[in-house]
């Protein structure tokens, strides 16, 4: 079946550092893969997707590109904010169907 | 536009008692959803419905019923709680169509938190 896999958090930075957040999947046919963001006491919130490989998603200076060589999503983002604190999900969708396969969520402080 | 509402925010239970979590969506979007969220294990789907009249079984559907009332309500209920509900619900909405092929976003609820005892 279909399965994502996040590293464990929390992943706890200093502003202004880089940030990765790794993610890998397991998935039948050709699978849309997406990152949502869900900051303290609310709910989740697309932040980048892809729906090809190759393709690189972008939104608030994070990026993640589709590798479906090494079938990897990983999150990065240049330089954080304290604001960028929150749980990240990486996701995908089974070629064809709407239901998200979530992975377990990470965690990211920020300090500044 | 309000976009994905959940009532109530939070609810405690007794084993054993029955309650309805209602969701609505103005976006008008075809399909919505239902997760669960606890600790460690991510967002995991309990139902959906891909269009005004058709549900269908999500990843932990044991213990919930759900119904589309119309296209803008979907309601998830529990019939008899126990402990092992105890969860941040979330209620979500999409909008699919013969082309989206699962590209689509999802745009989620602020959740629902229940304990049960």
């Known amino acids: 079946g279909n399965s994502v896999t996040q590293m464990e958090g929390p992943v706890t930075l200093s502003e202004e550092a880089f940030l990765t957040i790794n993610c890998t999947y397991t998935a039948t046919g050709y699978p849309s893969l997406f990152w949502y963001v869900q900051y303290p006491g609310e709910g989740l919130q697309l932040l980048l997707k892809?729906?090809?490989?190759?393709d690189k998603g972008s939104n608030k200076g994070f990026e993640a590109t589709y590798r479906k060589e090494t079938t990897s999503f990983h999150l990065e983002k240049g330089s954080v904010q304290v604001s960028d604190s929150a749980v990240y999900f990486c996701?995908?969708?089974?070629?064809?169907?709407?239901?998200?396969?979530f992975g377990k969520g990470t965690m990211l402080l920020v300090s500044p | 536009n309000a976009g994905v509402t959940q009532t109530p925010k939070f609810q405690v239970l007794k084993t054993g008692q029955s309650m309805t979590l209602q969701c609505a969506q103005d976006m008008n979007h075809n399909s919505m959803y239902w997760y669960r969220q606890d600790p460690g294990m991510g967002l995991r789907l309990i139902y959906y419905s891909a269009s005004e009249g058709t549900t269908d079984k999500g990843e932990v559907p044991n213990g919930y019923n759900v119904s589309r009332l119309n296209k803008r309500e979907f309601s998830l209920r529990l019939e008899s709680a126990a402990p092992s509900q105890t969860s941040v619900y979330f209620c979500?909405?999409?909008?699919?169509?013969?082309?989206?092929?699962?590209?689509?976003?999802?745009?989620f609820g602020p959740g629902t938190r229940l304990l049960v005892l």
């Open positions: 996701a995908l969708t089974r070629g064809g169907y709407s239901t998200l396969t």
């Open positions: 892809a729906t090809k490989a190759d």
């Open positions: 979500a909405s999409s909008e699919k169509s013969r082309t989206s092929g699962g590209q689509e976003t999802q745009y």
